[in-house]
């Protein structure tokens, strides 16, 4: 009896607005931590990455092509697939890193 009492009253000033903008502020929040901010560790992740990138390095492309760095421009890179042939790609088209030249020369 009290509560059907206390519902019917309208709800003021502040406990109001925390009644109302408190579940989006509540899914703002959820939404940050598990989609947004893991997104952007990836990305600050995978520039650094691109940045690293030196002569003599084997990678992957984003194509599943696996090919030693030759040549490195600011926005290129040209690979050696094998001994005769060379492609280039845009310096994102690279997805990983399988051996560094730094730990081949150690």
């Known amino acids: 009896m ?21 579940p989006l502020v509540l899914m703002f929040v959820v939404l940050y931590f598990l989609l947004i901010r893991p997104q952007q560790k990836r990305q600050k992740e995978r520039n650094q990455m691109l940045n690293a990138l030196q002569k003599g390095d084997k990678v992957v492309t984003i194509g599943g092509l696996h090919g030693t760095i030759v040549e490195l421009t600011d926005d290129t890179v040209v690979l050696r697939v094998n001994d005769v042939t060379k492609l280039t790609f845009e310096r994102s088209a690279i997805n990983s890193i399988s051996s560094s030249s730094q730990a081949g020369s150690k």
Request: glycine share 14%.
């Open 2 to 22: 009290l509560l059907a009492a206390a519902s019917n009253q309208p709800v003021d000033g502040l406990q109001g607005l925390m009644f109302t903008y408190g």
